[in-house]
Each structure stands twice: as structure tokens, then as C-alpha cells.
């Protein structure tokens, strides 16, 4: 770098003081404050272009300094990039520093920067933005979501009672555009339904969904393979993006979220400290007004707003949103009954194909389904019910000798007895209402069903008949009578109906007994 020169008007003094006052070197050095040698060196310089005093009062500064010095080199005149928005490009996928370089050296108006040159304005740049700002995240890859430290005061006007609210948030890595959300405490429900509420208020999904630990969804918050729980996994399979969960004690992992939940303390939870909260819906709704805001404030040390850089990366990212939102369910391990083919839920018990017993399932538990998984294969759907002690079978679930007996019905018996016969129909009607429970004498009905097979309706009609005459009104008395042949006699009440008992006085009569 050349040295610094005096300027051209105490030049013009030396050679005053040289030429018309006639001052030794080291008197004109005194009086200007200058050092001796660089009064002989503009001396010098005059003599050696041959200028005078009265030439040097003509020249204007720059022709002077040309004339004493010689052409000075001039520095080219860099062309200087829009760092701004090659910061904002480099969020997007598959941007690099080089492709930017090699952009901004073809279309320079003026000298570019070489690619090192390049990198390092980039990088003083990017000192001075917020330590936030510095990680570069690829647009639509990753959404962060957290708790808020302080909580709102829910005030029942009823009661007086105070709850607390507890604050979600989540930012999207590329713009920093912000959701937040207030819900009535932190448990997993609440935070699958603020996760849902975000996704369809931003209108898609990231690649990652990337919370701290928490134990209300992830079940292993192992440093390497952390575990998600089975409702958050199924969340994200819903969405069809993955979890990241931040490491343990490494903040660092999620500085996004970490300032946005400062921002939203700062930029609507402090703004709303005065305010006075009846409901949740009251309090989103004072949350949602104040968050437009934020998200449509100018950044202070880059072109946009969170919006307008979340419109113009994040968005077109998007993974889109499924045709129906999540149903928050819960996850259950269960082992299908041996002896009846049920699994119990809640003091309930549901059916599962016959062939799954003995092996572990997997219930799925919505607010109004209960299906069952097997191998990750749903093989059961029921309707949830809350009838303690109670069963849900499906038909198709029950083995072929269950789902027969399962099939007839009390009408169904009686119909099939009436085309029988009337016998058949009363013996039926008999064995059905002599049992506590109609299902008790299903049995009973279905032994007769078999004897129709082998001996035909006539026959079995002919052996009700004399069961119910003689007063044996079971299955077992009309098997008796069929295999003797008995159906084929006369009954005793045939034989007598005509008979006249002789008169004799031994012969009491029927008259007697009554």
C-alpha cells in the first residue's frame, strides 16, 4: 500500500517558502510540521518535472499530483455481488458458493471477484448477521418445533380457577417463518394436534420434523438412534417426512427454533401480558393476529420478511399435505385370547381372525375405532365401545363351526320348525322358552335339525308328535322314539279315544279325581 502524502496545499507552502522566502529545508519542515526529508523530496520532485511556484498555483490538485508524481495507478472497480441474496440462494437445495461465483463472474458489470475473494466478503457478510442466521438449511427440508418457556393464565369466568397455557412453536429452517399456537397443556395429544395445526397452516410437510426430547414423543432419546413412539412415527408417516430429534445437551441442534421461541416471547407473549384470557380459542386467536405481524416484518439485516422468504423458498418445497388430516391414535401391544379369539381393550374385548390366536397384535385406539395390526397389516377394525365387560365379534373372524352356530337365531329356528310341521314347531317353541337363555336351547333345536336329515320332515313331525303327547319334550325322547320306530304306532290317546269303560262299581271314572 503506497504511503500517505501531504496534501497538495502544504505542497504548494514548501515551494513557497522554498522560492519566494528563501527558508532552509529544516525552517520550512518547522513551520509546516513535516519531517526535513520529505521537504527535499517534494523539492526534488519539482525540480526533476521541472515545475515553478507560480505553475503550482495554476494545476488543480489532481493535475499537480500527476505532474510531482507521475501516472498513479488506479485501482480497478470491483463489481460488488448482492450478498443478501446469495445468502437466501443458498438455501435452496443444491445451491453451492461455486454455482454462486460462477453466476455473479458472468454477469458482473465491472472487474469480479475471484472465487476466493468471493468467499471471503461472503463470509464477512455473514459475520454480521444474528448467530442464528449463520447455519445454512436447505429450503422445505426442516421444520423445528418446541415449547415455549412461559405459559398464559387462562382465567375461568365462572370460577375464577387459573390454568395455564402452554405455547407451541415451530420455524421452518430456510425462512424462519413461524407458527405458534397456544394448547392447554404439553402431553402427547397436544403436541400431535399442534404439529397438525402447523402442518395445514403452513399447506405441507417438511423432509424432517426435527423436536427436542421430549418424553411425550420420543420414547429413546438416544444420542445415535433416537426412538420416536409409535403415535409420533405414525404421524410421520402420515405426512410422509422423517424424524430428527435433537441431540441430548446440544443446542446448538436446534438454535432455529430456540430463537424463534425468543422471538414469539418477545414479539407477541410479552405484547400480550396485560391481556386478560377466558379460553384457548380467545388466546389463538389474539396469538394468530399478532404472528401475521411477525412474519410480515422486514428482517433487519436482509431484504424480505419471513413471509416473502418463505413464499419464495420454503413453499415450493413443500412435500403437499395428505387428502385428510392425521387422527391422533394411540399405540397398544395385546395377545389374542386362545380360547375365544378376542384381544381386551378398556374392559372390552374385540375379535380377531381365529388363526391369530395366541400371537401379539397391535391396537391402533382412536376416539372411535379400535383396530388391530399384525405385522404391520391391519386384520381387524372395530367400532370403540365402552361397555365394560362386553364382546364385539365379527362373524368373519370365528371359525366355520362357530359362525353356523353363531347364524341361527330364535325366529330363524321357529321358521324353520313351522315348515316342518305344527308339532315341530311346538317342540321347538318348548325347548327355547324352558331355557333361562333362548341360546341355551340352540343346541336342543339343531339335534332336531339333524334328525330331519335322517329320518325326513314326515317322520321327524310323526316323533314330535308323540314326544309332545306323552309328555317327553325333549331331543333325546323323539331320537328314542324315530330309532323305534314308534312314530310309525298309533299314540295311546288314538287308541282309548273311542273305547266306553263298562259299568262296574270299582270304576270310578275321571269325574273322581276332580
Known amino acids: 500500500m503506497p504511503a500517505n502524502r501531504i496534501a497538495m496545499r502544504r505542497i504548494r507552502e514548501v515551494l513557497r517558502l522554498k522560492h519566494e522566502c528563501g527558508l532552509s529545508n ?25 515545475l515553478t511556484h507560480n505553475e503550482a498555483l495554476e494545476l488543480d490538485d489532481a493535475a499537480l499530483d500527476a505532474r510531482l508524481h507521475g501516472q498513479r495507478y488506479v485501482y480497478p472497480q470491483f463489481a460488488v455481488p448482492d450478498f443478501a441474496a446469495i445468502h437466501r440462494e443458498l438455501r435452496r437445495k443444491g445451491v453451492t458458493l461455486q454455482l454462486l461465483w460462477e453466476e455473479y463472474r458472468a454477469q458482473a458489470q465491472g472487474v469480479p471477484y475471484s472465487r476466493s475473494r468471493f468467499c471471503e466478503r461472503y463470509i464477512e457478510f455473514r459475520q454480521l448477521l444474528r448467530r442464528s442466521m449463520r447455519q445454512t438449511h436447505v429450503a422445505g427440508e426442516k421444520l423445528f418445533v418446541d ?30 417463518y413461524t407458527y405458534a399456537e397456544a394448547t392447554a397443556a404439553e402431553s402427547k395429544a397436544d403436541w400431535i394436534a399442534a404439529h397438525v395445526n402447523a402442518l395445514t397452516f403452513f399447506g405441507g410437510a417438511p423432509a424432517l420434523l426435527v423436536p427436542d426430547n421430549p418424553r411425550a414423543l420420543i420414547r ?31 443446542p446448538q441442534d436446534k438454535a432455529k427454533v430456540e430463537a424463534g421461541v425468543l422471538l414469539v416471547e418477545r414479539w407477541i407473549l410479552a405484547r400480550l401480558r396485560r391481556w386478560r384470557f377466558h379460553s384457548l380459542a380467545e388466546l389463538n386467536t389474539a396469538i394468530r393476529q399478532l404472528l401475521g405481524e411477525l412474519n410480515d416484518r422486514p428482517f433487519q439485516k436482509l431484504e424480505g420478511s419471513r413471509r416473502s422468504w418463505f413464499d419464495l423458498l420454503d413453499r415450493p418445497a413443500l412435500r403437499p399435505l395428505p387428502g385428510t388430516a392425521f387422527e391422533y391414535a394411540d399405540f397398544k401391544k395385546a395377545r389374542v385370547s386362545r380360547l375365544d379369539y378376542h384381544v381386551e381393550f378398556a374392559h372390552h374385548y374385540y375379535s380377531v381372525p381365529h ?7 397391535e391396537l391402533r385406539i382412536t376416539r372411535t375405532t379400535v383396530e388391530v395390526l399384525f405385522r404391520h397389516q391391519r386384520v381387524a377394525s372395530h367400532a370403540r365401545s ?8 365379527v362373524a368373519e373372524h370365528m371359525p366355520a363351526a362357530h359362525r353356523a352356530h353363531r347364524e341361527w337365531t330364535p325366529a330363524r329356528l321357529l321358521h324353520w320348525a313351522g315348515t316342518i310341521g305344527v308339532a315341530t314347531g311346538n317342540l321347538v317353541a318348548h325347548l327355547l322358552e324352558s331355557k333361562p337363555h333362548p341360546e341355551q336351547g340352540y343346541r336342543a333345536c339343531l339335534g332336531l335339525l339333524a334328525l330331519a336329515r335322517k329320518y325326513g320332515d314326515a317322520r321327524l313331525e310323526a316323533g314330535c308328535a308323540r314326544a309332545l303327547a306323552l309328555g317327553a319334550k325333549t331331543r333325546k325322547s323323539v331320537a328314542s322314539i324315530l330309532a323305534a320306530g314308534l312314530d310309525r304306532q298309533p299314540t295311546t290317546a288314538t287308541l282309548f279315544d273311542d273305547a266306553v269303560l263298562p259299568a262296574h262299581a270299582n270304576v270310578r271314572g275321571p269325574e273322581y279325581y276332580h
Open 220 to 250: 429413546d432419546p438416544d444420542r445415535y438412534e433416537p426412538i420416536a413412539n409409535r403415535t409420533y412415527e405414525a404421524l410421520a408417516e402420515h405426512y410422509g417426512c422423517a424424524i430428527l430429534p435433537a441431540r441430548p445437551r446440544k
Open 386 to 393: 365402552h361397555r365394560r365387560g362386553g364382546h364385539t365379534t
Open 147 to 176: 415449547y415455549a418457556g412461559p405459559t398464559v393464565p387462562l382465567i375461568d369466568p365462572a370460577s375464577g380457577e387459573i390454568t395455564r397455557a402452554h405455547i407451541f412453536v415451530a420455524v421452518w429452517g430456510a425462512s424462519n
Open 26 to 50: 529544516a525552517r520550512i519542515a518547522a513551520a509546516l510540521g513535516i519531517a526535513k526529508g520529505s521537504v527535499a523530496n517534494y523539492l526534488a520532485a519539482a525540480t526533476g518535472a521541472e
Open 355 to 361: 388363526a391369530l390366536v395366541g400371537q401379539e397384535v
